[in-house]
């Protein structure tokens, strides 16, 4: 059933993936911020992991004792079904969000939010490389990857209401769009030369939107790739 929230924005941080391992967000410094501050992981947030698990209610609950508001984009490494198990969705600052227990908030592939002035667009996902190792709905999902009903749902939210035409002026990511993959594997290190479809669905993205500035994680390592993209990992980015 969706409801909806209201919460008013002061501030917009980001950071890259954290693997369950929320020390990176217990150590900020939040003596001067407030719930209208928002930390966004980008993907690969991985606090939700176990099955019907006190330690991921456990860790959700310090996460929402910081004076700062929590909030993910998915990844590829994340339990997709205890997710949406344990999220509701609400209605919140122009798009669909999952809440989470102790009001952790899952920003949800497709939408469109409207944040301190800002039309930011989301769609998490990645295709993971690894998948042949790991155990189909223990440590892999198959939700992880990118669909076509994403896109159409961000193509929807694109075009509705009075904006400029189809611009964007932040788009929040996990992987990055299939065009600038060869550079990102570049400053990566990796050179397997092969793109995802998940990868070429961040491409439809970009190719149907005017996108001022591109944040995405997934690949370790904090690198800004040009004037649009910027690949975050275990910096702290302020954005507004």
Same mark, same amino acid.
């Given at each position: 059933?969706?409801?909806?929230?209201?919460?008013?924005?002061?501030?917009?941080?980001?950071?890259?993936?954290?693997?369950?391992?929320?020390?990176?967000?217990?150590?900020?410094?939040?003596?001067?911020?407030?719930?209208?501050?928002?930390?966004?992981?980008?993907?690969?947030?991985?606090?939700?992991?176990?099955?019907?698990?006190?330690?991921?209610?456990?860790?959700? @609950?310090?996460? =929402? !004792?910081?004076?700062?508001?929590?909030?993910? &984009?998915?990844? +590829?490494?994340? /339990?997709?079904? *205890?997710? %949406?198990?344990?999220?509701?969705?609400?209605?919140?600052?122009?798009?669909?969000?999952?809440?989470?227990?102790?009001?952790?908030?899952?920003?949800?592939?497709?939408?469109?939010?409207?944040?301190?002035?800002?039309?930011?667009?989301?769609?998490?996902?990645?295709?993971?490389?690894?998948?042949?190792?790991?155990?189909?709905?223990?440590?892999?999902?198959?939700? @992880?990857?990118? =669909? !076509?009903?994403?896109?159409?749902?961000?193509? &929807?939210?694109? +075009?509705?209401? /009075?904006?400029? *035409?189809? %611009?964007?002026?932040?788009?929040?990511?996990?992987?990055?769009?299939?065009?600038?993959?060869?550079?990102?594997?570049?400053?990566?290190?990796?050179?397997?030369?092969?793109?995802?479809?998940?990868?070429?669905?961040?491409?439809?993205?970009?190719?149907?939107?005017?996108?001022?500035?591109?944040?995405?994680?997934?690949?370790?390592?904090?690198?800004?790739?040009? @004037?649009?993209?910027?690949?975050?990992?275990?910096?702290?980015?302020?954005?507004?």
């Amino acid at each position: 059933m969706k409801g909806s929230v209201g919460m008013s924005i002061n501030s917009v941080y980001l950071t890259g993936d954290i693997h369950g391992d929320i020390r990176r967000l217990l150590r900020i410094d939040d003596e001067q911020m407030t719930k209208e501050d928002i930390i966004i992981v980008l993907g690969d947030f991985g606090v939700v992991w176990e099955e019907n698990s006190n330690r991921t209610l456990t860790l959700l @609950e310090l996460l =929402s !004792e910081k004076n700062f508001t929590t909030a993910f &984009v998915d990844g +590829n490494h994340e /339990n997709f079904k *205890e997710i %949406k198990k344990l999220e509701s969705i609400v209605y919140w600052n122009g798009g669909y969000v999952g809440v989470l227990p102790f009001g952790i908030i899952h920003l949800l592939r497709g939408e469109i939010y409207n944040l301190g002035g800002k039309r930011i667009g989301v769609c998490g996902g990645a295709n993971s490389v690894d998948k042949a190792w790991r155990k189909e709905n223990s440590s892999w999902w198959a939700e @992880e990857e990118i =669909s !076509e009903d994403d896109i159409k749902n961000f193509k &929807v939210n694109l +075009n509705n209401g /009075n904006y400029r *035409e189809n %611009k964007i002026d932040i788009m929040l990511s996990h992987d990055a769009p299939a065009n600038i993959i060869p550079v990102v594997k570049l400053y990566s290190g990796i050179n397997d030369g092969a793109i995802s479809n998940s990868q070429k669905q961040l491409d439809k993205i970009d190719q149907m939107a005017d996108i001022s500035k591109w944040y995405f994680g997934h690949w370790h390592i904090d690198t800004v790739i040009n @004037e649009k993209f910027t690949c975050l990992y275990k910096s702290i980015i302020k954005i507004i």
